[in-house]
């Protein structure tokens, strides 16, 4: 920013300071819409409802193997 105010040849003070406002305004909003894309990058795009639907039958598989296998630790055969 010093740069740019030293290299421009401002007619008043006035000039000078509504250029530092400026040059500071765009300065903040360029570092908020990198940190908006940054944000944005890092998140997960929710699944499709056939994945989620896939992955809920491929839990409750699981959920049912570990009921039979609790079952048959109970059972009276092994008893």
Known sequence: MAYQLR???HATL??????VVSVQENWIAKRNR???ERR???KEKP????QK?????KGMDRLGDIVETV???NSPRLR
Not at 14 to 19: P, V
Not at 47 to 50: D, M, N, R, T
């Open 14 to 19: 006035t000039d000078m300071q509504n250029r």
């Open 40 to 42: 944005t990058t890092f």
């Open 7 to 9: 290299e421009r040849a």
């Open 34 to 36: 990198a940190r908006a």
């Open 47 to 50: 699944l499709a409802f056939e």
């Open 71 to 73: 079952s048959a630790w």
């Open 53 to 57: 639907l896939d992955a809920i039958i």
